[in-house]
């Protein structure tokens, strides 16, 4: 009878043992899908900012040329005849719209 009882303990404690462990293979494993999705999530602020940085910086660098700095650069090779031609446009709208007061500063 007694080794009936510990013949019982030892195999009543085989799945609690396995039980304890999948516990914790699942909790590393949900504790590493959490990092993965709080990574993603950070990447993705950080491209978001650094998307708008870039878009707002194109935009007001386009702004704050004169038609005298585009000329200088087109005649020092620094503009291909297109880029200049394109910026070239956005200065004359932008004094266009200056003009007509719907811009106050260029930006």
Same mark, same amino acid.
Request: proline content about 2%; hydrophobic content about 40%; overall charge positive.
């Given at each position: 009878m007694f080794g009936a009882i510990v013949t019982f /303990?030892?195999? /009543?404690a085989g799945?609690?043992?396995q039980t304890v462990?999948?516990?914790q293979a699942l909790g590393k494993g949900f504790l590493m899908l959490g990092? #993965?999705? #709080?990574? #993603?999530? %950070? *990447? *993705?602020i950080v491209l978001g900012?650094?998307?708008?940085?870039v878009k707002h910086s194109a935009?007001?660098?386009?702004?704050?040329?004169?038609l005298e700095? %585009?000329?200088r650069l087109r005649d020092q090779g620094d503009l291909t005849i297109s880029e200049y031609e394109t910026l070239r446009q956005g200065v004359i709208d932008r004094m266009q719209l200056q003009s007509?007061?719907?811009?106050?500063d260029g930006r």
């Open positions: /303990s030892l195999d /009543s799945p609690i043992a462990d999948q516990r990092g #993965v999705a #709080v990574l #993603v999530l %950070i *990447g *993705g900012r650094i998307r708008n940085r935009q007001r660098n386009q702004a704050d040329f004169t700095e %585009i000329r007509a007061g719907k811009v106050k």
